[in-house]
């Protein structure tokens, strides 16, 4: 005689479909950041986990020739110089920009040893890169350009950034806030611009000083920079995820 | 009646890989929409010429852009502009949609391809027969497929079994390596796939086309499971007795 089973599989998959189904519903509800519920963040902890584990850390992305650059759209949220966009602007960027940046500094905080500010000047002590790389945007579409800038592990050893220190966020004057890891932050090409082909920041594209991390989607590379912050804990006031982006976008 | 349903793993394989595959579709086109140009070479974006546009967003042959500066320190007519519209962008979803789904895809085709090439599922199953390859059988069959007959046999016919191979062997595994090669990290330990693929908007081009003629199988393979015995087929690869 046949043994009746506890569970058949029929059975088995339809309970997990409707569970899966109760869990994706619940994510749609649930209001507050993260948003996508814990099904889609799951898929993108796992990329993070398995980019990390699988991949060299210290690989270069690709560098181009001078022959390779194309045209560059500006696609960011907004021009911080402009009261018009009223989401963005500020004040204090407008008149920074008005007189060339003379004005401008870095401010470097968090966990580390001597928080401090940075002039440009400050900055292009420290160190100096320069790479033909690729912007890949999450739209579908990529742009190459060369880039010149101050490497963020070089900056933040000379800030004396603490051992405990593991993430680095980035603030910009439009108000968009961006983090990565210390593994990108210390990545070769992970820098702080102020030159993109050959001349000084142009103003959509960042001005005075943006980030450049090649290792990831466009959308991690932010701009207007005014402050650093070094954190040991993940905190979530990135725009990304508060909008229901991946934090970690290496794909 | 003759034993006709499939082994365990391999309905399981393919009902993870189907739904993946669906959701794959629907999301790799939401991400489409948001940027529905099509480029060939290294890089490209609205600024630089595509090879083809689709007309499946608002984001189709837009022209809401202002301020087209040139860059002063490059001798070639490469510029900079403005966006000044809001586009149809929902990749905030549709992008981890799509690598939640790729992620089972990948395991569940990893599994599957290790226990088809144990098992001997791809070669009693799929590897066409010493006797079959020749011209005129697989001409036989091609035509009898146009006039619609059919005959089971309880075996997949000659243009079947090439068809499932180049489907198993080929678009997937394109079709997943150029999604890899569309991967800031991925083609930093992996600069081949670049090369391979003649770069990363070239990569997307064969991602897209690659996808096509996925669902352009799909179509045929239902139409296909429909009209050589719906019920036998569909109890086959799902709840009938397995093999």
Not at chain 1, 20 to 44: E, F, H, Q, V, W
Request: glycine content about 8%; charged content about 20%; some cysteine.
């Amino acid at each position: 005689m046949k043994k009746k089973r506890p569970i058949t599989r029929r059975e088995a998959i339809f309970a997990g479909l409707t569970s899966a189904g109760a869990l994706l519903l619940s994510g749609c509800l649930k209001k507050a950041p993260p948003t996508y519920g814990n099904i889609l963040r799951m898929g993108d902890d796992l990329t993070y986990v398995a980019q990390r584990g699988l991949l060299s850390q210290r690989a270069l992305a690709m560098e181009y020739q001078k022959s390779d650059v194309t045209s560059f759209p500006v696609t960011d949220i907004g021009d911080p110089a402009d009261p018009a966009m009223k989401a963005v602007y500020s004040k204090e960027y407008e008149e920074l920009q008005r007189n060339n940046f003379k004005d401008w500094s870095l401010s470097i905080e968090g966990a580390i040893a001597k928080p401090r500010k940075y002039s440009m000047d400050d900055l292009k002590k420290v160190g100096e890169r320069t790479q033909i790389t690729r912007h890949t945007c999450e739209e579908g579409w990529s742009a190459i350009a060369e880039w010149t800038g101050v490497p963020l592990g070089a900056l933040l050893k000379d800030a004396g950034i603490l051992p405990a220190a593991r993430f680095v966020y980035f603030f910009g004057y439009d108000k968009y806030t961006e983090s990565i890891d210390m593994l990108d932050a210390f990545h070769p090409q992970t820098i702080l611009a102020h030159t993109m082909n050959g001349e000084d920041l142009p103003a959509r594209h960042g001005a005075p000083l943006r980030v450049r991390v090649e290792t990831q989607v466009g959308y991690k590379s932010a701009k207007y920079l005014r402050g650093i912050v070094v954190t040991e804990k993940f905190v979530e006031p990135d725009a990304d995820i508060s909008t229901g982006w991946s934090w970690y976008t290496g794909i | 009646m003759e034993q006709t349903g499939h082994k365990r793993w391999v309905k399981g394989a393919h009902f993870v890989i189907t739904l993946s595959f669906l959701a794959l579709t629907v999301s790799g086109f939401v991400i489409l929409m948001s940027h529905p140009r099509l480029y060939w070479g290294k890089a490209g974006n609205d600024l630089t010429p595509a090879l083809f546009e689709l007309p499946i967003s608002r984001n189709y042959h837009h022209g809401g852009w202002i301020k087209t500066t040139p860059f002063k320190h490059l001798s070639g007519s490469q510029v900079s502009a403005v966006r000044t519209y809001d586009i149809f962008n929902e990749n905030g979803w549709g992008r981890s949609t799509h690598f939640l789904a790729g992620w089972f895809l990948i395991i569940t085709g990893v599994i599957y391809f290790i226990a088809g090439f144990f098992s001997g599922h791809f070669r009693k199953n799929l590897s066409p027969r010493r006797g079959e390859f020749s011209f005129k059988l697989f001409w036989q069959d091609l035509v009898s497929h146009f006039r619609r007959q059919t005959h089971y046999t309880g075996k997949y016919g000659l243009l079947q079994k090439i068809t499932y191979l180049g489907v198993i062997f080929f678009l997937f595994p394109v079709v997943i390596l150029t999604g890899m090669t569309m991967s800031p990290a991925i083609t930093a330990s992996y600069p081949f796939l670049l090369k391979i693929f003649f770069g990363h908007q070239s990569a997307r081009t064969i991602h897209f086309f690659a996808s096509v003629a996925l669902l352009l199988f799909l179509l045929v393979h239902v139409v296909m499971v429909i009209r050589s015995g719906f019920k036998r087929n569909l109890l086959a690869i799902t709840f009938g007795k397995s093999s």
